[in-house]
Structures are given as structure tokens and as C-alpha cells.
């Protein structure tokens, strides 16, 4: 009865991983969430807001107060001017921004450029729009792009290219040269670009977030992505938030109106104080660092070989000196017989190439990341 508009799209990973993990009582390393609370502060803010009574519609575009406290901090982080007014949406989550910017930008037929392992909202998103996306590999152990295949990539029917720094799930990083020549690839067309910048507050070594707001002409044509769920350790809240030149950004309200129409208002107007009374800048730099660190500590002396995290909150293993099976079989092994739960990377291509790598999450209290460690230590 049903023709499935997405017939080679199952449930997400995240989700399949995180029922599993459930199933067998595994720790759950998959799902990318943590497992600690937020400040309790915020949660009286939220309750606060509720019994004043915020609790109806907010504008479609998002409350102004929080508007105004994104502008001031991607000003202050990368010095790029966003106008409250008409440059920034609050979404549910960065999931509901991708695919608002992804319907209101691409047309049948557009190509579209994405890195793999890509996050896995990307192609559903663009193959709903009529888009066609034109996948470029990246490989362990360092994940970096090759600018000369992009470069031979792209032609008159490229309408965006969707980057991802930090990159989830590879924990990977663009940097300065990297931007550059980005830039240099798209100057003189019509290209824009989707940048995924949800872990622009978790990056690690003392690196410097090379967001596209920190280049004038990459900002003029792109729609940056980003979210308050990792920065606050609030997932749960769904809430995200787009940027775009004035131009663009109308044409994503547009959609927005009618595909969310609006956000929850106690929670903007919680956030939005939240951060002004705090004058918080968000940075979790050492925060996670030091998590990363202590997970890698913990293992180091186990059979996975770790692949260095520059940013986001994931980790990525190694297993290929314990065994052949598939990654997607040997996560199954792990989380049903060893208690762990990860996620398999090849699930991030398009032809599930397996480089035998499993992805782990390590927003997680001491005491997990403990469990957890012990339990990868014997195998
Ligand atoms: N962003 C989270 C991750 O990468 C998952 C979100 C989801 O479950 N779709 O793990």
C-alpha cells in the first residue's frame, strides 16, 4: 500500500544500538548522550519560566532574548556579526535544522557533496528533497578530506556541500588550510554549504573551532548548524539553532513555519537567562579532555588501538589485532556478550566500507567509563 520514499533507510543506529545495549543490560556507549545531569540551575530556570507561564506558542523565528544570546557568543567566539532579527532560528535539535536548510535549499536533481563516515541524518534529508548525494571518502586514522577530489567533484549541478567539524562520528577536525581551501573551491560559484558545528565547544589540544563564521566569505553563503543539547548536557531538550545570511535564512523560515512551526518556550527562555546570568561561554574543552583522556588511560593497555579524538565527544577503536568479524557483527558480540555497547563506522558509508573500527561514547561519569574500560580490558 505504501511506496517507501526511503527504501534503503532503517531505523538509525543510534537507536538500534541503544535497544540493544537496553536488552542486555550493556553499558551504553553508543548513543551519543550523557549519562550525568545538567546544572540543577537550569532545570529551576525551566520550572521557573513554566509557572510564570510561558507556556504557549513563542514567535516561529524563536525568542528574541535567545537569539540575541547566540548572536553575542558567535561574535564574540569567530567575530561574525548574526542578526537576531533575521539570521538566526531556534529548532528542535540541529536534527530538525539540517533537514529544514536541506528542504528549503535543494532541489530534484541538485548535487550535493557530503563527507563519509557521514552523520546519518545527512541523506535521508537530501534524498527526501530530490537531491543526489555525492559521497567522498574519509579513512582512518587520520579522517582528513581531500580538496583535490572535491575539487574534481564539483560541477554546475553542485548546490551545497555539508561539512562537520568537529566531526561526529570520527572525532576528526577540519583546520585553517582546510577552510581555505574551501574556500578557494567554492569562490566564484553558487555553491553553498551546510556546516554541522554541534561540537564546536568540545575540541580538544588547544586547537581553535574553525567554524565558516570565522571566514566572511564562506559566512555569506552558508547555514551553520548548532545545538544547546551537548553544550548543556541536555539532549533531551531538543534544542537546536541555524545561522544563514539574511537571504538564505528567509527561505529556511519558510519551511520551519510549517515543519516545527515553533520550539518549546520555557526551555528558550530557561537557556537564554541561563547564559546571561552566567555570562557562560559554553566551552567543555577540558571538561571532556579530560574524560577522553581518562577512558583512553583506562584502556591502554587493552587489545583496541585508539584513534586520536581531536573533538566531539566520541572515541573510535580499533579491533583489527582481535579479530575479522564485521564491525556491525562485532559490535552485536560486544554489547550482547561483553556488556559494552558502540557503534559499527561502516554504517556511516554508503558501501559499509569496514575498517574494522567501533565508535564509543565518553560523556559518561567516571564510574561508567570505569565499567566500561574493565569490561573491554578482558577481551
Ligand atoms: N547525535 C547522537 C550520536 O551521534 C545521536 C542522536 C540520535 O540518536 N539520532 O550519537
Given at each position: 500500500?505504501?511506496?517507501?520514499?526511503?527504501?534503503?533507510?532503517?531505523?538509525?543506529?543510534?537507536?538500534?544500538?541503544?535497544?540493544?545495549?537496553?536488552?542486555?543490560?550493556?553499558?551504553?556507549?553508543?548513543?551519543?548522550?550523557?549519562?550525568?545531569?545538567?546544572?540543577?540551575?537550569?532545570?529551576?530556570?525551566?520550572?521557573?519560566?513554566?509557572?510564570?507561564?510561558?507556556?504557549?506558542?513563542?514567535?516561529?523565528?524563536?525568542?528574541?532574548?535567545?537569539?540575541?544570546?547566540?548572536?553575542?557568543?558567535?561574535?564574540?567566539?569567530?567575530?561574525?556579526?548574526?542578526?537576531?532579527?533575521?539570521?538566526?532560528?531556534?529548532?528542535?535539535?540541529?536534527?530538525?535544522?539540517?533537514?529544514?536548510?536541506?528542504?528549503?535549499?535543494?532541489?530534484?536533481?541538485?548535487?550535493?557533496?557530503?563527507?563519509?563516515?557521514?552523520?546519518?541524518?545527512?541523506?535521508?534529508?537530501?534524498?527526501?528533497?530530490?537531491?543526489?548525494?555525492?559521497?567522498?571518502?574519509?579513512?582512518?586514522?587520520?579522517?582528513?578530506?581531500?580538496?583535490?577530489?572535491?575539487?574534481?567533484?564539483?560541477?554546475?549541478?553542485?548546490?551545497?556541500?555539508?561539512?562537520?567539524?568537529?566531526?561526529?562520528?570520527?572525532g576528526?577536525?577540519?583546520?585553517?588550510?582546510?577552510?581555505?581551501?574551501?574556500?578557494?573551491?567554492?569562490?566564484?560559484?553558487?555553491?553553498?554549504?551546510?556546516?554541522?558545528?554541534?561540537?564546536?565547544?568540545i575540541i580538544f589540544d588547544g586547537?581553535?573551532?574553525?567554524?565558516?563564521?570565522?571566514?566572511?566569505?564562506?559566512?555569506?553563503?552558508?547555514?551553520?548548524?548548532?545545538?544547546?543539547?551537548?553544550?548543556?548536557?541536555?539532549?533531551?531538550?531538543?534544542?537546536?539553532?541555524?545561522?544563514?545570511?539574511?537571504?538564505?535564512?528567509?527561505?529556511?523560515?519558510?519551511?520551519?513555519?510549517?515543519?516545527?512551526?515553533?520550539?518549546?518556550?520555557?526551555?528558550?527562555?530557561?537557556?537564554?537567562?541561563?547564559?546571561?546570568?552566567?555570562?557562560?561561554?559554553?566551552?567543555l574543552r577540558q571538561f571532556y579532555q579530560e574524560k577522553r583522556d581518562y577512558f583512553s588511560r583506562l584502556i591502554n593497555?587493552?587489545?583496541?588501538?585508539i584513534i586520536p579524538s581531536a573533538g566531539t565527544y566520541f572515541q573510535?577503536l580499533?579491533?583489527?589485532?582481535?579479530?575479522?568479524?564485521?564491525?556491525?557483527?562485532?559490535?552485536?558480540?560486544?554489547?550482547?556478550?561483553?556488556?559494552?555497547?558502540?557503534?559499527?563506522?561502516?554504517?556511516?558509508?554508503?558501501?559499509?566500507?569496514?575498517?574494522?573500527?567501533?565508535?564509543f561514547?565518553f560523556a559518561k561519569?567516571k564510574?561508567?567509563l570505569e565499567?566500561?574500560a574493565?569490561?573491554?580490558?578482558?577481551?
Amino acid at each position: 500500500m505504501v511506496r517507501s520514499k526511503l527504501p534503503d533507510t532503517g531505523t538509525t543506529i543510534f537507536a538500534v544500538m541503544s535497544k540493544m545495549a537496553d536488552e542486555y543490560n550493556a553499558i551504553n556507549l553508543s548513543r551519543g548522550f550523557p549519562d550525568f545531569h545538567c546544572d540543577e540551575e537550569l532545570i529551576s530556570l525551566v520550572a521557573e519560566f513554566m509557572h510564570k507561564g510561558f507556556n504557549q506558542y513563542a514567535p516561529i523565528e524563536g525568542i528574541i532574548e535567545l537569539r540575541e544570546v547566540i548572536s553575542d557568543l558567535v561574535h564574540k567566539n569567530y567575530s561574525f556579526q548574526y542578526d537576531p532579527e533575521k539570521e538566526i532560528l531556534i529548532t528542535a535539535g540541529a536534527t530538525q535544522a539540517i533537514y529544514t536548510a536541506i528542504s528549503a535549499l535543494v532541489r530534484e536533481e541538485d548535487e550535493i557533496i557530503i563527507f563519509e563516515p557521514a552523520y546519518d541524518c545527512y541523506v535521508p534529508a537530501i534524498e527526501m528533497n530530490g537531491g543526489i548525494p555525492i559521497f567522498i571518502s574519509m579513512k582512518k586514522p587520520d579522517y582528513k578530506i581531500d580538496w583535490d577530489e572535491v575539487q574534481k567533484m564539483v560541477n554546475p549541478k553542485t548546490k551545497l556541500i555539508i561539512v562537520n567539524t568537529p566531526h561526529n562520528p570520527s572525532g576528526s577536525i577540519l583546520n585553517a588550510q582546510d577552510m581555505e581551501k574551501l574556500k578557494k573551491i567554492v569562490s566564484g560559484t553558487n555553491i553553498l554549504i551546510l556546516s554541522d558545528e554541534v561540537y564546536e565547544n568540545i575540541i580538544f589540544d588547544g586547537y581553535e573551532h574553525q567554524s565558516v563564521a570565522r571566514f566572511p566569505q564562506l559566512a555569506e553563503r552558508s547555514v551553520i548548524v548548532s545545538s544547546f543539547g551537548k553544550s548543556l548536557h541536555v539532549t533531551g531538550w531538543r534544542m537546536g539553532y541555524c545561522l544563514a545570511p539574511q537571504e538564505i535564512m528567509k527561505e529556511i523560515r519558510k519551511v520551519h513555519q510549517y515543519l516545527a512551526y515553533t520550539v518549546n518556550t520555557p526551555m528558550q527562555y530557561a537557556i537564554a537567562e541561563y547564559i546571561k546570568r552566567k555570562n557562560y561561554d559554553l566551552s567543555l574543552r577540558q571538561f571532556y579532555q579530560e574524560k577522553r583522556d581518562y577512558f583512553s588511560r583506562l584502556i591502554n593497555f587493552s587489545r583496541f588501538k585508539i584513534i586520536p579524538s581531536a573533538g566531539t565527544y566520541f572515541q573510535l577503536l580499533d579491533y583489527s589485532s582481535i579479530t575479522d568479524e564485521k564491525d556491525t557483527v562485532f559490535a552485536e558480540i560486544l554489547t550482547k556478550e561483553h556488556g559494552v555497547a558502540s557503534v559499527p563506522m561502516s554504517v556511516f558509508y554508503k558501501d559499509k566500507y569496514d575498517a574494522k573500527v567501533l565508535r564509543f561514547c565518553f560523556a559518561k561519569k567516571k564510574e561508567t567509563l570505569e565499567r566500561a574500560a574493565e569490561r573491554l580490558m578482558k577481551i
